[in-house]
Nanobody
């Protein structure tokens, strides 16, 4: 399984970006897919996750990002998206997508990076003030 993250770039505060995570080798709908981010000098943090179709495709978000970020999936394009609105300078980070296949992730573990066995290369988001 390979994951390709894209869509990062430079945006002014208050702007929006949509990140894409495209999978090859497996369908995104058959796995649990998440976005994490890592700011310079900081640990990697959970952003959002979407569960596999057989688990109802439910979503989960980091509490601090609810209302501004939205995760979705396009099965036809085998892609998971992260829509980011009202971006702030503190959103500046490398954003990674990750996927878990095999047994479904436990709901409480969706935000744990150790849950995921497959990772994309990351895409840089820079928000200027």
């Amino acid at each position: 399984v390979q994951l390709q993250a894209s869509g990062g770039g430079l945006v002014q505060a208050g702007g929006s970006l949509r990140l894409s995570c495209t999978a090859s080798g497996r369908t995104v709908s058959s796995g649990d897919v998440a976005w994490f981010r890592q700011a310079p000098g900081k640990e990697r943090d959970f952003v959002a996750a979407i569960r596999r179709r057989e688990r109802g495709s439910s979503t989960s978000y980091a509490d601090s990002l609810k209302g501004r970020f939205s995760i979705s999936r396009d099965n036809a394009k085998n892609t998971v998206y992260l829509q980011m609105n009202n971006l702030k300078p503190e959103d500046t980070a490398v954003y990674y997508c990750a996927a878990k296949y095999g047994p479904s992730a436990i709901l409480s573990q969706l935000g744990n990076e150790l849950t995921y066995g497959y990772w994309g290369q990351g895409t840089l988001v820079t928000v200027s003030s």
